[in-house]
């Protein structure tokens, strides 16, 4: 935590939202969290370096400053809940809902009207 505050000083920004989401995950899920940022932080960096800053910059603001984000979080998840879903990846085609990468063909196939 001590790198959030000096990231926090050097962008000049007031945490909004509770800094301490680390101790309600075990640390496996919280290594599988560490490991998406870091291969989606890799990717922008090698596929488009000169928005990488920005990037970096949204992602901070995400996860420690902007409270917005956290609403339309859990806004989002319950909405998901309604809808049924259990797991990632899930994906919707009007109400139609596939779930698994190995759907992704359906997806398609419902995206251009085909039967399933």
Do not use: N, Y
């Amino acid at each position: 935590m001590q790198h959030v505050g000096e990231c926090q000083d050097r962008l000049d920004v007031e945490p909004s939202v509770d800094q301490r989401f680390g101790d309600k995950l075990g640390p496996v899920e919280v290594q599988r969290i560490e490991l998406t940022l870091m291969r989606t932080a890799t990717g922008v960096q090698m596929r488009m370096p000169d928005r990488f800053q920005d990037f970096l910059r949204s992602v901070f603001h995400a996860l420690w400053v902007d409270a917005e984000v956290k609403s339309q979080l859990r806004s989002t998840t319950e909405e998901a809940v309604k809808r049924g879903v259990f797991g990632a990846p899930t994906t919707f085609v009007g109400e139609h809902m596939f779930f698994g990468q190995d759907r992704l063909e359906w997806v398609c196939h419902a995206l251009q009207g085909k039967p399933l």
